[in-house]
């Protein structure tokens, strides 16, 4: 070989090493050489904690916590399923009682007994095997834009039946139950309002000019005509806990209310990994998830309440985000069999 | 030459393949054929009867059917619009010529959820433009595919037409030709490689398209690409997911074996010139090509942009710079782990692995494909090469991370949880237009050239230095930016494979998008101008390095 040859040879490996390593601009950094080791979170992409509590957290128990975001709740539980034989990490929050049951049943959990979990909001549980572990709920429902009601002199709808009347005509914005967690989570409300003749309903809806977007900020900020919206429709799928954030700086109630009577209970859960490397760690992530500063933390950090009864909540949210009485609820398990046909089923009626 | 010295040269052709061949083996060809795999392999037998099955449905082909239609349409206007921009930006000389030129790249980088915004407030019912009721329609998406698509065209097919030896079209012209006449006949054939090259690119981005298809395409509209993203990440449906991307591959495959046939009618050595470009002040004649491109630029990149810089200036409190100075903190309510200049700052730094690694496996593809050798069966291999090189395009992200996510699991390539895996997804869909960007000029490049100086005694690295590297120095800085761009601005592999302790400029809009909080929608679009300012100007400079390595003659 020539020594031109060979030089090509030694650059052709330096380039595969160099790439391999991305020996770069960026350095990985990692927390490994901490006593109590590294726990690795795996979460959506909402996942939220104040930096300080984390950081107390850490200190505490000498672990390092690194996070993995993965999406969605539905991406983050199909990652996980499909990883299971080498899994992303030790311990798992934001799978939601939409994805609850393929995420048990795929046996991608270990149960866990957390002593925080002793004291939940009724109705929480997902099971009593204690693989998943309540850690945060919220209602999914329509929001309303008072103010455009007011000015155009049209009284507010209160109930499902309503948004299929002519009055409330191509003013109603939802998002797709394919692509965005909410509008899954308001088709299941709908389907257990009006059991069989659920996409009757929607095919009302769809004569009544439904707009469907596909995801909650598109919604929300472009065609809702409330919040920080241009839009045209004063009717949007959003959440419970959104009204208090319509509130103007210096004013002193919300221009926007959720319909408290179309509303559905999404509860998300944490849970240990089945072949975690680091159990332990899991598990002490999941008491501090139930403990009380990161239960006062959530509704702050990821607009959800927190599941530990009795956690105080911000003042405007006492005032300005109360969750239904009553709310929507489909069992895990029919989710779990159904949610693919009911999608289909959506879509043929909505879309096709 | 003898013998030996062929022997020796094969060899090193070989060698030069090994390291693109590795790094996408490696990280595409490896991850994709696994998860594709898993949805034709049911307890451990091939099992292909999904075929069957998803093909019998109705909806899958009018989902093929819309796919098709809107990169055809997508495409078709793309080229029409993009080819008198190509003229006006890289052969007219005016002031303001390079900010013109960096204007049109900038939709090529925004985030589609921006764009979603942006693009979204103009049409909806009250909108600026709300009364053609184009909301959610097939033109609103053929709209936004154009805007994003635009520049590939113009600085494509510019930066050949930029450096086309003038005189052919002035002899034309000195016979009596009309311009129209002498465009048609010689100067259009001489840029068909480049259209080719463009189209086949904007093809593949148009029949990938995902954001842009879910935003603007409202109800009812999805497409091979977003099908596959619900049936994998929200049905876990593996076997839908494999049909449907092995439909794409073959849309893909299709449209790529086009454009080559239609290259390879064309492709000839060209004369080039590496030196100064004959651009010329706007003449009468110019008029009306300047028109109609200020009222494309204006209506269908301009509009929308300006929305968007407006928007941006709009605060709680009224118009002001609010949301910029915001941009030192994590938003309202803490919405982010990290400023947004913090995030600005990783994709910078992500962007020039990104860039550099696209460009060492780029250039040497590029280089391989442009050898024509005498052997039918060697050029055979290149032409298949040539399509091979293009299918990251033309594979969708989700099944590019899901197959990240179940091979490069165990040791010694666990790299899962590992941020350098974020330049190399952006890399993969980087690599493809480095290729067409280079390939057609070093297509062009007349091979007598090579062979004397092979003849001379320089084995294929000097030629490649002496005859090739002169010519591509301004192609390499048009390269460069696209990576650049493309880094920047790349968020569907991203938004996988980043963590939420260094995430990139796109992450952290999306995520700003998607809290609630009065400020964050604000704060979330004046990043937006931020990165496509930081876009615009890393383009400008690219710009700059390529007029500057283009000192050499031939």
């Known amino acids: ?352 | 030459m003898d013998r030996n010295g062929s022997r020796l040269t094969a060899a090193g052709y070989a060698l030069t393949a090994i390291v693109p061949l590795a790094f996408l083996g490696l990280f595409f060809a490896w991850p994709v054929a696994s998860i594709i795999g898993r949805g034709f392999v049911a307890d451990g037998a091939l099992d292909l009867s999904a075929f069957s099955e998803v093909m019998a449905r109705e909806r899958t082909w009018r989902i093929i059917g819309f796919t098709v239609a809107q990169a055809t349409a997508g495409t078709a206007l793309a080229v029409l619009l993009g080819l008198p921009g190509a003229y006006v930006l890289y052969r007219l000389r005016f002031p303001g010529r390079t900010a013109a030129r960096a204007l049109v790249t900038v939709p090529f980088v925004l985030p589609t959820v921006v764009v979603g915004v942006a693009f979204r407030s103009l049409l909806v019912e009250g909108g600026a433009v709300g009364s053609l009721g184009a909301d959610g329609t097939f033109g609103a998406v053929v709209a936004a595919l154009v805007f994003f698509n635009y520049a590939v065209v113009v600085r494509t097919v510019g930066s050949m037409w930029a450096h086309l030896d003038p005189r052919p079209e002035q002899t034309a012209r000195a016979l009596g030709a009309s311009p129209w006449r002498a465009f048609r006949e010689v100067t259009l054939p001489a840029l068909t490689p480049a259209i080719a090259s463009a189209a086949s690119l904007v093809f593949l981005f148009c029949a990938t398209a995902f954001g842009t298809v879910l935003v603007l395409g409202g109800l009812g509209y999805r497409t091979v690409e977003t099908e596959i993203w619900v049936q994998t990440t929200q049905f876990l449906d593996l076997r839908t997911a494999a049909v449907l991307s092995v439909v794409q591959l073959g849309v893909v495959a299709g449209s790529l074996a086009l454009a080559a046939w239609s290259r390879r009618r064309r492709e000839v050595a060209l004369r080039l010139r590496a030196g100064a470009t004959d651009d010329h002040l706007v003449r009468r004649c110019d008029l009306p090509l300047v028109a109609f491109t200020t009222v494309v630029v204006g209506g269908l990149i301009v509009t929308p942009l300006t929305s968007l810089v407006l928007r941006s200036l709009r605060t709680p409190e009224g118009w002001g710079l609010g949301n910029y100075t915001n941009l030192a903190t994590t938003g309202s309510r803490d919405a982010l782990e990290v400023t947004v200049w913090r995030a600005a700052l990783t994709s910078l730094r992500i962007a020039v692995d990104a860039t550099w690694i696209a460009m060492t496996v780029g250039v040497l593809i590029a280089f391989l494909l442009s050898r024509r050798p005498r052997q039918p069966a060697a050029r055979r291999t290149i032409g298949v090469l040539d399509g091979l090189f293009m299918l990251p395009l033309g594979v969708s992200a989700v099944t590019v991370g899901f197959g990240f996510l179940i091979t490069l699991n165990r040791p010694p390539v666990d790299l899962r949880s590992s941020i350098v895996l974020v330049p190399i997804a952006q890399a993969l869909v980087a690599i493809p237009l480095v290729i067409r960007t280079l390939l057609p000029v070093l297509r062009a490049v007349d091979q007598r050239l090579r062979d004397a100086a092979a003849v001379l005694g320089a084995n294929p690295r000097w030629v490649f230095t002496a005859v090739d590297l002169p010519v591509l120095g301004r192609s390499l800085g048009l390269a460069v930016g696209f990576c650049f761009a493309v880094s920047l601005g790349e968020f569907g592999a991203t938004s996988f494979l980043s963590r939420p302790d260094r995430p990139t400029l796109p992450v952290v809009i999306f995520r700003l998008i998607g809290q609630p909080g009065t400020g964050n929608l604000g704060m979330a679009l004046a990043a937006s101008v931020v990165l496509a300012m930081l876009t615009t100007g890393v383009i400008a400079v690219a710009e700059r390095l390529r007029v500057h390595s283009a000192g050499a003659d031939l």
């Open chain 1, 1 to 352: 070989m020539s020594p031109i040859h060979r030089r090509r040879v030694a650059a052709a490996v330096g380039v595969v090493m160099l790439t391999a390593t991305a020996c770069s601009t960026l350095e990985d950094t990692d927390g490994s050489d901490d006593p109590g080791g590294t726990v690795v979170l795996v979460t959506h992409d909402s996942f939220a904690v104040s930096k300080e509590l984390l950081a107390e957290f850490e200190e505490s128990t000498g672990l390092t916590v690194e996070t993995r975001a993965s999406g969605d709740a539905g991406s983050l539980v199909n990652q996980l399923v499909l990883s299971k034989d080498a899994p992303l990490g030790d311990a798992v929050y934001g799978i939601d009682n939409a994805f609850a049951s393929r995420a048990v049943s795929a046996g991608i959990l270990e149960p866990y007994a957390s002593p925080g979990a002793t004291d939940l909001v009724a109705g929480l549980a997902f099971d009593d095997t204690s693989r998943l572990t309540p850690v945060d709920y919220g209602d999914v429902c329509i929001n309303v834009d008072r103010e455009w009601f007011a000015d155009h002199d049209i009284p507010e709808p209160q109930t499902f039946d309503d948004l299929a009347e002519p009055a409330y005509e191509n003013l109603l914005v939802v998002t797709d139950p394919a692509t965005s967690s909410p509008g899954l989570a308001w088709l299941l409300a709908t389907v257990d309002a009006y059991d069989e003749d659920w996409t009757d309903y929607w095919a009302r809806l769809r004569d009544n000019g439904v707009r469907v977007s596909d995801s909650w900020s598109d919604a929300y900020f472009t065609d809702f005509s409330g919040a920080e919206g241009d839009g045209s429709r004063p009717l949007v799928l959003s959440y419970a806990s959104s009204p208090p954030y319509t509130v103007a700086r210096g004013g002193d109630e919300p221009p926007t209310r959720a319909m408290l009577d179309t509303c559905f209970r999404q509860v998300e859960y944490a849970g240990v990994l089945a072949g975690a490397e680091n159990p332990e760690g899991a598990q002490q992530l999941i008491d501090f998830m139930l403990s009380q500063p990161f239960q006062r933390d959530i509704p702050q950090k990821m607009y959800v309440y927190p599941a530990v009864s009795e956690t105080p909540l911000p003042p405007e949210w006492e005032r300005f985000g109360p969750l239904a009485d009553d709310p929507y609820q489909v069992s895990p398990a029919a989710i779990d069999a159904y949610r693919e046909e009911w999608i289909r089923q959506w879509t043929a009626t909505v879309v096709d």
